[in-house]
């Protein structure tokens, strides 16, 4: 993804035009890249479950979307539809799980070619286009992996995933 000359500017607007992603970049000045939740939503959880759940939806045949790697917190985040049920019980699930979902209105980080931004977040599965799984398809597969997972949790329920 990350080609000679690629800029904030450039890689926004790729994610714009070919991903469908409404990327802005904000602030200019640090180049950092973010996008408000929306047409799309984003599950955060940890790097290991992460793994897990990536590998499940592949041996599912579930075609993979977008993730975002965060190195520095150990997190890793699907970009899904925004097709999960607003249900108090399913994100109580889910938060307890230390996933935590971004919905309508939320900020998501996404990737930036800027040194200092690069750092932080980087693509696990870069996006290439506008498709991303259903949100069903990926608490699924957190719920089939969850009890093999440590219990531990982070700062969660951020309404700022990034």
């Given at each position: 993804?990350?080609?000679?000359?690629?800029?904030?500017?450039?890689?926004?607007?790729?994610?714009?035009?070919?991903?469908?992603?409404p990327?802005?970049?904000?602030?200019?000045?640090?180049?950092?890249?973010?996008?408000?939740?929306?047409s799309?939503?984003?599950?955060?959880?940890?790097?290991?479950?992460?793994?897990?759940?990536?590998?499940?939806?592949?041996?599912?045949?579930?075609?993979?979307?977008?993730?975002?790697?965060?190195?520095?917190?150990g997190?890793?985040?699907?970009?899904?539809?925004?097709?999960?049920?607003?249900?108090?019980?399913?994100?109580?699930?889910?938060?307890?799980?230390?996933?935590?979902?971004?919905?309508?209105?939320?900020?998501?980080?996404?990737?930036?070619?800027?040194?200092?931004?690069?750092?932080?977040?980087h693509?696990?599965?870069?996006?290439?286009?506008?498709?991303?799984?259903?949100?069903?398809?990926?608490?699924?597969?957190?719920?089939?992996?969850?009890?093999?997972?440590?219990?531990?949790?982070?700062?969660?329920?951020?309404?700022?995933?990034?």
């Amino acid at each position: 993804m990350e080609t000679h000359g690629d800029t904030p500017l450039s890689r926004c607007l790729f994610y714009r035009r070919e991903c469908g992603l409404p990327a802005v970049v904000d602030p200019p000045e640090l180049g950092r890249i973010v996008m408000r939740a929306g047409s799309v939503w984003a599950m955060t959880m940890p790097i290991r479950l992460g793994q897990a759940v990536k590998a499940h939806l592949q041996s599912g045949g579930v075609a993979l979307g977008p993730i975002v790697g965060h190195p520095r917190s150990g997190r890793w985040t699907f970009l899904t539809q925004p097709d999960l049920p607003d249900d108090v019980r399913l994100f109580a699930e889910l938060f307890r799980l230390d996933v935590v979902v971004a919905r309508s209105g939320a900020t998501i980080a996404l990737p930036s070619p800027t040194a200092a931004v690069g750092a932080i977040r980087h693509w696990i599965v870069p996006p290439r286009s506008t498709f991303r799984p259903s949100g069903h398809s990926v608490v699924e597969a957190v719920r089939a992996w969850a009890d093999q997972m440590p219990r531990t949790r982070r700062s969660a329920g951020k309404s700022h995933v990034g």
